[in-house]
């Protein structure tokens, strides 16, 4: 049976409510249970999912929904007690006993008046219309938000370089400002090196590889995934290389992304040779035959790191040992194809890449359904994509998806190797490997039971000052009986190996390419610049465990306990940031 419980006025962010989500079920007597904002958008979700009751239509977008499948209504007050207590967590923290409650912007920059990002957890919807006042206000902007149109970007960061300001995102999931982590990032030792990246976990992986190289990084600024896109037109990209540039305590600088536009790959290149600094380029998905004369490019995320230390210890870039032990295996003649399960997109990208070259793949990346590369039987999928994450928890947090690919893939007869990723930091999972130990154990061992030797390999993006314990995550994917490799690079090489495959990689000769005059100028003002060189003072929108971690780690944090005004009305909300902002 179905009841629904509406908590009015209640607002929560869709994050919190997802990890409630997960927390309610799993227990006793729960067949399902969706917890979300009463929004539009929401209410399809819970219609698509067959959970939309008589009692949703009339809540508001401030109203908290709770439909639970059933087994017996004497659950439904055991389940309240365990949603109240898990709210009541979520509200309260040490750091925040003695501060004010924030629930406007005229209060928030009386009180933060010094600080200099504003960042956004917030649904999408309202995301855009709270950038622009942050904008209005001074501060750059941090988006974590996704669903916000790619016209509303443009705008923002339009708006923004016309103010001397950065928009980072939005779907910006990862940043480090002067050593202090923002949202879904790890804890990566200072150092000289600072990366700007249209990528979340291509910055997680480059920026653990280089602290595991015994380097550090300055600043990790994410620009959000379309900001190579033609219609952006790389604005966040391009001011951000101007002001990595400029910054006295950056020496070397990495630029990663994904799959760009061509026009705006080579505007951002063209901007490149101009720099001072020694810079590493990675576009994924492209193959490079050269380096320039102080701009190298790289093909692995492995690769992009080494070349960044290497530059940094002014040692002579040469080609990348790609030597890998390959285990000794026994594989079934049916025994034939990859498949991979990931949580970070750009890492997907990364395994789809490389099976598509040692398998001389002419389609190479298939970015549809969730699939970034399905081909004769060979499978690799973002399960960060929208399509698994609607109204779900992103992978990085719940197993509940992997968990069952992974069974799926164990029971095809065709499959030799699974691979994954295990990404740590702050915003991931508690203990991510303890939650797939038992399936990956009970896979390997059913499919011995059946006479099939089942490969599982993975890499942990993380490092040993991230809060779940680097060296006990890999311990126990180890115990549980995963190959566990230095990188996702290797991982897949090693996959590859067993299969009989090779990637040939070759020397890259320093080639030289004319410098191009531009007519267009990137000076970066002392706004941004004095945000890269100070530990950050962040007002905070949204999940109040990224103010946690700013404060954590030496940056200031300053909570507003936001909730959409006028009812989540959004016309009704532009209607009132005209009004505040127009001047006769």
């Known amino acids: 049976m179905l009841h629904t419980i509406i908590k009015e006025n209640a607002y929560q962010d869709s994050v919190v409510l997802m990890?409630?989500?997960?927390?309610?079920?799993?227990?006793?007597?729960?067949?399902?249970?969706?917890?979300?904002?009463?929004?539009?958008?929401?209410?399809?979700?819970?219609?698509?999912?067959?959970?939309?009751?008589?009692?949703?239509?009339?809540?508001?977008?401030?109203?908290?929904?709770?439909?639970?499948?059933i087994e017996s209504e004497e659950i439904v007050p055991t389940v309240l007690e365990e949603i109240d207590a898990f709210l009541l967590s979520q509200a309260t923290s040490s750091n925040e006993a003695a501060e004010e409650t924030i629930h406007t912007w005229d209060k928030a920059m009386k009180i933060?008046?010094?600080?200099?990002?504003?960042?956004?957890?917030i649904p999408g919807t309202y995301a855009a219309l709270e950038a622009e006042t942050a904008l209005d206000e001074g501060l750059n902007v941090f988006i974590f938000s996704?669903?916000?149109?790619?016209?509303?970007?443009?705008?923002?960061?339009?708006?923004?370089?016309?103010?001397?300001?950065?928009?980072?995102?939005?779907?910006?999931?990862?940043?480090?400002?002067?050593?202090?982590?923002?949202?879904?990032?790890?804890?990566?030792?200072?150092g000289k090196i600072g990366i700007v990246g249209a990528s979340g976990t291509g910055i997680q992986e480059v920026s653990t590889l280089i602290d595991k190289l015994g380097a550090g990084v300055t600043n990790a600024i994410g620009t959000g995934g379309r900001d190579l896109s033609e219609k952006i037109g790389g604005i966040?990209?391009?001011?951000?290389?101007?002001?990595?540039?400029?910054?006295?305590?950056?020496?070397?600088?990495?630029?990663?992304?994904?799959?760009?536009a061509k026009a705006v790959r080579d505007k951002v290149l063209a901007a490149l040779r101009n720099v001072t600094k020694p810079v590493v380029t990675i576009f994924l998905g492209e193959k490079p035959t050269y380096h320039e004369e102080n701009l190298y490019h790289a093909y692995t995320l492995e690769e992009t790191a080494r070349i960044a230390v290497d530059l940094l210890n002014h040692q002579p870039i040469e080609v990348m040992s790609e030597e890998i032990e390959i285990p000794t295996v026994h594989l079934?003649?049916?025994?034939?194809?990859?498949?991979g399960y990931y949580s970070g997109g750009t890492l997907a990208?990364?395994?789809?890449?490389?099976?598509?070259?040692?398998?001389?793949?002419?389609?190479?990346?298939?970015?549809?359904?969730?699939?970034?590369?399905?081909?004769?039987?060979?499978?690799?999928?973002?399960?960060?994509d929208d399509m698994y994450t609607q109204g779900k928890p992103h992978p990085m947090i719940d197993?509940?998806?992997?968990?069952?690919?992974?069974?799926?893939?164990?029971?095809?007869?065709?499959?030799?190797?699974?691979?994954?990723?295990?990404?740590?930091?702050?915003?991931?999972?508690?203990?991510?490997?303890?939650?797939?130990?038992?399936?990956?154990?009970?896979?390997?061992?059913?499919?011995?039971?059946?006479?099939?030797?089942?490969?599982?390999?993975?890499?942990?993006?993380?490092?040993?000052?991230?809060?779940?314990?680097?060296?006990?995550?890999?311990?126990l994917l180890e115990e549980a009986g995963v190959l566990v490799c230095d990188s996702n690079n290797q991982a897949v090489r090693t996959a590859l190996g067993i299969l009989g495959l090779k990637i040939n990689d070759s020397h890259k000769e320093i080639k030289t390419i004319e410098k191009e005059t531009t007519s267009e100028e990137y000076t970066p003002s002392e706004r941004v610049l004095d945000?890269?060189?100070?530990?950050?003072?962040?007002?905070?929108?949204?999940?109040?465990?990224?103010?946690?971690?700013?404060?954590?780690?030496?940056?200031?944090?300053?909570?507003?306990?936001?909730?959409?005004?006028?009812?989540?009305?959004?016309?009704?909300?532009?209607?009132?940031?005209?009004?505040?902002?127009?001047?006769?």
Request: charged share 25%.
């Open 332 to 339: 079934q003649d049916s025994q034939k194809h990859i498949k």
């Open 399 to 475: 197993p509940e998806k992997r968990i069952e690919m992974i069974q799926q893939a164990a029971d095809d007869e065709t499959t030799a190797i699974i691979l994954l990723d295990v990404v740590l930091g702050y915003g991931a999972h508690d203990d991510m490997a303890t939650a797939l130990a038992p399936t990956i154990k009970e896979t390997i061992a059913k499919a011995k039971a059946k006479g099939r030797e089942l490969i599982v390999i993975g890499t942990v993006v993380g490092t040993t000052s991230d809060p779940q314990n680097f060296f006990h995550q890999k311990q």
């Open 349 to 384: 990208s990364e395994t789809a890449m490389l099976i598509a070259d040692a398998m001389k793949l002419e389609d190479g990346l298939i970015k549809k359904d969730g699939f970034v590369l399905k081909t004769d039987g060979n499978e690799i999928i973002d399960l960060g």
């Open 531 to 584: 945000m890269l060189s100070e530990k950050p003072y962040v007002i905070n929108l949204g999940l109040k465990s990224f103010s946690d971690a700013i404060r954590e780690t030496g940056g200031q944090a300053l909570q507003f306990n936001w909730k959409p005004v006028a009812g989540g009305d959004l016309k009704l909300q532009k209607v009132l940031y005209f009004l505040n902002h127009y001047h006769a």
């Open 19 to 69: 990890l409630l989500t997960n927390k309610i079920n799993t227990m006793d007597g729960i067949n399902r249970v969706s917890i979300m904002m009463a929004t539009p958008a929401n209410k399809d979700i819970f219609g698509g999912s067959g959970l939309r009751t008589p009692e949703l239509e009339a809540a508001s977008a401030n109203d908290m929904a709770i439909v639970l499948d």
């Open 146 to 190: 996704d669903n916000v149109s790619i016209e509303d970007e443009l705008h923002l960061k339009q708006k923004a370089h016309e103010k001397g300001l950065l928009v980072m995102g939005p779907d910006c999931g990862t940043g480090i400002i002067n050593g202090v982590p923002m949202a879904f990032t790890n804890i990566v030792r200072p």
């Open 236 to 260: 966040t990209m391009l001011d951000s290389i101007a002001a990595l540039e400029k910054d006295a305590n950056t020496e070397v600088i990495v630029v990663i992304s994904k799959p760009p």
């Open 112 to 121: 933060g008046k010094d600080a200099t990002i504003a960042m956004l957890s």
